[in-house]
């Protein structure tokens, strides 16, 4: 919240998912005019489910009504996890692996960074997982079933828990979860997600391509293994003593093959639908150990120590929280943007996008299109623009955003408004 009040959020991801949620809850299509003109967002990730937050945007219409659901549901998964752990360990050895859970470095930087549909997937999992330690082996399957509405990758999770629980006995259950899963995702990257694309295909169906070496692919380089090394960190690598621990294999394969280093790393989202299994794996593990007979004694004491220790490391890597405020130029940028008008067509940087999507039907600048330009009366798509003086490089380099701030006067925009770095123009014509 407090990066969005320093304007530091952007468009991409937190202004497309506002515009999906505010059409959600104007009863239409989640279209995004960001992602591009008409562009329907169940034709970038199958990602239904955010339909249930259109009654909560309906009544608090703004971005950071998002980030606030957000946390909400990150919290919300605290539940399962500190329950499980209190009854397996005891009430203070529960409530501090509940808090290093709480604290833990893939839910903090998922929260820090923008809103994500995967918010809605942590407390399925959470419970799901929590069911199957628990040996709870349908209800398991009931709360992961929705995964697959999340978005589309979710269903790998769905299939290992499905494979546990093939494993564990229930074959029947188990393999209708897998097969579930297999379709829920196929028929969505295949059939539904095309459907609605506006090329007619999965875009990201590019990262499963098989060419080269598939163990090289898989493995390397050695990054891919410090990611797997700061996931197990936290819960002191006890989590790799319950089976728990495998679900786990499926949703790290699917990012180690992906060519894009992104979806390697421990930054922004990615890792926090496993941080539930982690540290419920934690929780099993812990307790399987407490279980077996003849354990020496200072093996008992260190097993002991693992919840406070636990929380200790997830303070330590935890992201320090920033919350200041906004500054004066931060201020001053706030006033520029405030004299677009409500409901107005605008062309916004990046980082001014989501300050704009509550309120006006924005599209990413410097994309600006022109309807019947080849005609002598032609109007820009965009009435406004909002633009950075000084420009970042993403989602579009600087130099393409500098040449068409350059020719924005040529087009017939005039300067409506200027400061703290931002500059507003509108189209008198030209």
């Known amino acids: 919240m407090s990066r969005h009040r320093r304007m530091e959020s952007s468009g991409f991801d937190l202004g497309i998912f506002e515009q999906g949620v505010r059409a959600y809850a104007g009863l239409t299509a989640p279209v995004s005019t960001l992602k591009g003109a008409g562009f329907n967002l169940l034709g970038d990730h199958f990602s239904p489910l955010l ?17 606030v659901v957000q946390a909400l549901l990150v919290a919300l998964s605290c539940v399962p996890v500190t329950g ?7 009430r203070s050895r529960g409530v501090a692996v509940g808090l290093a859970y709480g604290l833990s470095w893939g839910l903090c930087r998922a929260v820090r ?12 999992i959470a419970c799901a997982v929590a069911a199957l330690a628990r040996g709870r082996h349908r209800a ?3 709360w992961a079933l929705p995964l697959l509405l999340v978005k589309e990758d979710q269903g790998l999770m769905l299939a290992g828990i499905g494979a546990y629980v093939f494993c564990r006995g229930r074959r029947r259950l188990g393999a209708s979860a897998v097969l579930a899963a297999v379709a829920g995702t196929l028929l969505a990257v295949l059939v539904l997600v095309p459907a609605v694309n506006p090329g007619g295909v999965w875009t990201y169906g590019a990262n499963g391509d098989w060419q080269g070496n598939p163990l090289t692919r ?16 936290p819960t002191l690598f006890v989590a790799v003593r319950s089976p728990l621990a495998l679900l786990l294999v499926l949703p790290l394969a699917c990012r180690f093959w992906t060519p894009a280093p992104t979806y390697w790393g421990t930054g922004q989202h990615y890792n926090a639908v496993l941080m539930p299994v982690l540290f419920l794996a934690l ?16 093996r008992r004491r260190a097993v002991a120590a693992v919840p406070a220790l636990a929380l200790a490391l997830a303070v330590a890597l935890a992201p320090l929280p920033d919350p200041a405020g906004p500054n004066a130029a931060v201020r001053d940028a706030r006033r520029t943007l405030a004299v677009i008008p409500d409901g107005a067509t605008v062309a916004a940087a990046n980082r ?13 600048f410097p994309y600006l299109t022109f309807p019947g330009a080849e ?3 032609w109007r820009p798509e965009a009435r406004w623009v909002a633009a950075e003086d000084r420009p970042g490089d993403f989602p579009v380099p600087q130099s393409e955003q500098l040449a068409v701030l350059d020719s924005l006067p040529r087009a017939g925009y005039r300067v409506a408004a200027t400061g703290g770095g931002v500059t507003v123009y509108e189209w008198t014509g030209s």
């Open 84 to 90: 499980l752990a209190v009854d397996r360990l005891g």
């Open 51 to 67: 339909v249930v937050l259109a009654p909560v945007y309906r009544l608090v219409p703004a971005a950071s009504t998002l980030l």
């Open 140 to 142: 398991a399957v009931c």
């Open 283 to 298: 929780v099993d593990g812990l307790h399987r150990l407490r279980s077996r007979a003849a354990v020496p004694g200072w």
């Open 375 to 377: 005609g002598p009366n």
């Open 113 to 124: 960074f923008d809103f994500h549909e995967v918010a809605l997937a942590v407390p399925l």
């Open 218 to 233: 898989l493995l390397l380089p050695w990054s891919k293994w410090g990611t797997v090394a700061m996931l197990l960190a």
């Open 352 to 364: 001014l996008a989501p300050q704009l999507t509550g309120r006006c039907t924005v599209s990413l």
